[in-house]
T-cell receptor
C-alpha cells in the first residue's frame, strides 16, 4: 500500500545531541512537509519542500534542519539549538502545488522526548 | 517546567446524533479548505475538502459548508458513531501565485466525544 512512513515512533534526545527523524513516502508526491504538534495545539510548519534539492523554512524553523536529496525522503534533524524539542513530529506529502490546492497525507508521527 | 496546552473546544454528542464542528478563518485570500480527523497517537487523516468556488460539498456521512462572507467553515457528521471520537482540525491554503501556495495553515482543533 502507498503511504508515508515515519521512524522511529518514539525517540529520546540527550542534552547537546542532534537527532534525525526519518520520513519516507511512496506516493510519488512532489511536495513534503514537517510539522510540530504540542499537546492540545494544532500543527505548526517547520520546513517544506516542493521539489527535490529545494526546501523552504516554515513558521518555526529555528533549531531544525532538513535535506531533500531524493523525492521519496525528507529527513528532519532536531539540533541541539532547539531548546524545547519535546513534541509530536508529523511528516506529510502532497502532489505538486501547480495542480491547485491539494490534501496533504500524513504519517503516524514520531514522539520526541528529552532524557 | 512543563508547558500547559491550550484548552481545545469540545463537543460531546450521543451516538446517532448529528455533529457540527465549526471553524473560523481570517485569510480572505484562502482558496482551499480541508478537514482532518486525528486519533490519539496518530497522524491526521483526510476527511473532506472544498475549494472557494463552492459553498457545500458532501461525502459519506460528512458535509462541509463554506461561508466566505463571514469566513466560516463547518463540518457536519451525520449519525455520529463512537468511532468518530477524535480531534478534528480545519486547515486553509491560499490561492496560487505566492510563495505560500500549497502550504496549509491549521486551526487549533475541536475534540469530539461520542457517547454510546
Amino acid at each position: 500500500d502507498g503511504g508515508i512512513t515515519q521512524s522511529p515512533k518514539y525517540l529520546f534526545r540527550k542534552e547537546g545531541q542532534n537527532v534525525t527523524l526519518s520520513c519516507e513516502q511512496n506516493l510519488n508526491h512532489d511536495a513534503m512537509y514537517w510539522y510540530r504538534q504540542d499537546p492540545g495545539q494544532g500543527l505548526r510548519l517547520i520546513y517544506y519542500s516542493q521539489i527535490v534539492n529545494d526546501f523552504q523554512k516554515g513558521d518555526i524553523a529555528e533549531g531544525y534542519s532538513v535535506s531533500r536529496e531524493k523525492k521519496e525522503s525528507f529527513p528532519l534533524t532536531v539540533t541541539s539549538a532547539q531548546k524545547n524539542p519535546t513534541a509530536f513530529y508529523l511528516c506529510a506529502s502532497s502532489m505538486a502545488r501547480d495542480r491547485g490546492g491539494q490534501p496533504q497525507h500524513f504519517g503516524d508521527g514520531t514522539r520526541l522526548s528529552i532524557l | 517546567g512543563e508547558s500547559v496546552g491550550l484548552h481545545l473546544p469540545t463537543l460531546s454528542v450521543q451516538e446517532g446524533d448529528n455533529s457540527i464542528i465549526n471553524c473560523a478563518y481570517s485569510n480572505s485570500a484562502s482558496d482551499y479548505f480541508i478537514w482532518y480527523k486525528q486519533e490519539s497517537g496518530k497522524g491526521p487523516q483526510f476527511i473532506i475538502d472544498i475549494r472557494s468556488n463552492m459553498d457545500k460539498r458532501q461525502g459519506q456521512r460528512v458535509t462541509v459548508l463554506l461561508n466566505k462572507t463571514v469566513k466560516h467553515l463547518s463540518l457536519q457528521i451525520a449519525a455520529t458513531q463512537p468511532g468518530d471520537s477524535a480531534v478534528y482540525f480545519c486547515a486553509e491554503s491560499p490561492r496560487a501565485g505566492g510563495t505560500s501556495y500549497g502550504k496549509l495553515t491549521f486551526g487549533q482543533g475541536t475534540i469530539l466525544t461520542v457517547h454510546p
